[in-house]
């Protein structure tokens, strides 16, 4: 089982609409949870992080993370063409190993 | 303020050349990443540096080593290169575990 695991898309929403972005992953040591997205040909950029059950809301965007289930997700409200990216969901390992995984990546299309 | 800097942007291999890919940030970070990205694959971790005078493997090290030159500086060398390591390498850093990471802007790497 790959450690950080994302729904493989391509996910295509219209202008205005929610699009749901989900991640799961296999340790459950895990502490850190952080949603990036990347522009083609870019490098990517951070949105937003969590560490904590439940929801964190940052503007448009709110993280939802369930440790027991083992899965993260964000959500983007009023999607905008410019929203149109690769999302990358990273997970960092707990305890003092610092390693930083990422799931494949979900494709979001907006269309206008 | 430059945050990583990765040197050279762009690079052309022979088959069984080697070559260094450098990169350096000022923002005196601990932890330092190197990943490659493939169509499809997202990014996946070869090595990474949780401070200064420690390496770790990643996903998929083979063929590669590295070295954590100083605080600032983390090299990544491909001895031999193949056709199969034909990709981008982002390197990236970040202060502790629960922070973010900043990536540099790439180096587009093919091996002919």
């Known amino acids: 089982q790959k ?4 729904n493989s898309g391509p996910l295509s929403v219209p202008e205005g609409a929610i699009a749901s972005l989900n ?14 997205r990347q522009y083609s040909g870019k490098s990517p950029e951070l949105i937003m992080f ?20 083992q899965y993260v997700s964000l959500l983007i409200r009023d999607s905008q063409p410019s929203d149109s990216a690769t999302y990358l969901c990273a997970v960092r390992s707990g305890g003092s190993n610092y390693k930083l995984t990422f799931g494949k990546g979900t494709l979001l299309t907006v269309n206008p | 303020n430059a945050g990583v800097t990765q040197t050279p942007k762009f690079q052309v291999l022979k088959t069984g050349q080697s070559m260094t890919l450098q990169c350096a940030q000022d ?20 090595y990474y ?12 090290p083979n063929g ?23 990709s981008v390498y982002f390197c990236a850093s970040s202060e502790v575990w629960d922070t973010e990471a900043f990536f540099g802007q790439g180096t587009r790497l093919t091996v002919v």
């Open chain 2, 49 to 60: 540096s949780a401070s200064e005078g420690t390496t770790d493997k990643g996903e998929v």
């Open chain 1, 23 to 36: 991640c799961t992953y296999s340790d459950r040591g895990s502490q850190s949870f952080f949603w990036y």
């Open chain 2, 64 to 86: 590669y080593n590295v070295s954590r030159l100083n605080k600032r500086e983390f090299s990544l060398r491909l001895e031999s290169a193949a056709p199969s390591q034909t």
């Open chain 1, 50 to 69: 969590i560490y904590s059950n439940g929801d964190k809301e940052d503007g448009r965007f709110t993280a939802q993370l369930n440790k027991a289930s």
């Open chain 2, 27 to 46: 923002m005196n970070h601990n932890s330092m990443y190197w990943y490659r990205q493939d169509p499809g694959m997202g990014l996946r971790l070869i």
């Open chain 1, 3 to 6: 450690e950080v695991e994302q």
